[in-house]
């Protein structure tokens, strides 16, 4: 872990502390932490002891290991706030294999500032979670115990600035991102070329959330630029106190080489539904399909991933801090996109996973 990090935290509240504004709330800080043990069985065996390359939480099989282990320190005033949060795990080395030393166990660090006295209007800065999708690298806040193909290949976390404006109401939030990259905090070396983000949330009701994220930006170095547009659509609703519901939609598309007017394109729509059977049991089950033909985001060019997957997840809550997660999951290709043991390609992968998701 980065050795000056608890320094910089320390610097910061300090200097949010001085600034908090008289007859404030008291400012408040928080440390929590999180821990996620797992185990992963892959039934075709492989030599690598991991999953397919384009899974990147729970990646290892035959193994009992962490997938994500997290300390976060916050502090929160009325126009200030500040959080830095440090990790480890199977998660960040397969996540942030990009990124410098100095970085690969940042899992957040960002400062924030309101900008009106009147209204929630922020300006927020430094390493934070992606604002596109509904999954979270958190295990515990997902529904299910993996993350889906979409999630595993957009962005979890990005590195920029973000002002973010939400309705007194707190039913409309919308935010407009600069950012370095697809999923970076280093800009690739040779790229100068800024990216785009955006956000808009509708939340009529406590049942309904509908959201629409989107990115636009150059991810490689400018002699080869190549744009790269990308739209997530999600809506969750709760159906009555025991059912639950979301629906997403991530399209993309990419220019084919610097200045050609062709692009290639990629779509994955997926459902999950989840029963609440008790206070203690949920389950839940999905259905996704990610298609990207020529291979932009996952596999060679033009010869990418076309899979439809299947899974059904089982939680148990033994403590109110801990959850013991279990899920079986079938991905199916149509090109034969996986590997047996003995390197022959196949159509189909199964493997259960099951994991403590500890927070405290």
């Known amino acids: 872990m980065p050795r000056c990090a608890p320094v910089v935290t320390l610097a910061v509240l300090a200097a949010a502390g001085a600034a908090a504004p008289t007859g404030a709330a008291e400012p408040t800080t928080a440390l929590s932490a999180y821990v996620e043990p797992y185990y992963s069985w892959d039934f075709d065996r492989p030599a690598g002891n991991e999953r397919p390359p384009f899974i990147y ?3 290892r099989v035959g193994e009992a290991t962490v997938n994500l282990a997290l300390v976060r320190g916050a502090y929160a005033s009325e126009r200030l706030r500040a959080s830095v949060a440090l990790a480890a795990g199977t998660y960040m080395d397969a996540n942030y294999a990009a990124e410098s030393d100095t970085f690969r166990n940042v899992f957040e660090a960002q400062v924030g500032v309101r900008l009106s006295e009147t209204r929630d ?7 934070f979670p992606s604002h596109i999708g509904f999954e979270s690298a958190i295990g515990r806040d997902n529904w299910t115990l993996t993350r889906s193909v979409a999630a595993e290949n957009s962005p979890y976390y990005e590195a920029g600035v ?14 407009g991102l600069l950012l370095n990259g697809w999923q970076r905090i280093r800009r690739p070396d040779g790229n100068t070329t800024p990216a785009f983000g955006w956000q808009l949330t509708w939340t009529p009701s406590s049942a309904v959330t509908v959201n629409s994220s989107g990115f636009v930006g150059n991810d490689f170095p400018d002699d080869a630029r190549r744009m790269r547009w990308f739209h ?15 629906l997403g939609l991530d399209t993309g598309a990419q220019q084919e080489r610097k200045g050609s007017g062709r692009t290639d394109s990629w779509v994955s729509p997926q459902a999950i539904v989840r029963y609440k059977a008790s206070d203690r049991l ?15 985001i996952v596999g060679p060019p033009g010869a990418g ?10 939680d148990w809550v033994l403590h109110e801090a801990v959850v013991w997660r279990l899920e079986a999951r079938q991905l199916e290709s149509r090109d034969d996109a996986f590997a047996s043991r003995g390197g022959r390609p196949k159509s189909g992968n199964f493997a259960v996973t099951t994991s403590l998701a500890v927070s405290f």
Do not use: C, M
């Not at 209007?121 to 390493?127: E, K, M, N």
């Not at 973000?162 to 935010?175: I, M």
């Open 57 to 59: 939480n729970y990646d």
């Open 121 to 127: 209007l922020w300006l927020d800065a430094g390493v």
């Open 162 to 175: 973000k002002l973010g404006y939400r309705t007194a109401d707190g039913k409309w939030f919308v935010s």
């Open 232 to 246: 997530n659509l999600y809506a969750t609703f709760a159906l009555d106190e025991r059912w639950g519901l979301t």
């Open 282 to 296: 949920s389950l839940a089950g999905r259905i996704e399909s990610y298609e990207d033909p020529d291979g932009v």
């Open 305 to 314: 991933l076309r899979a439809l997957g299947l899974s059904v997840n089982a």
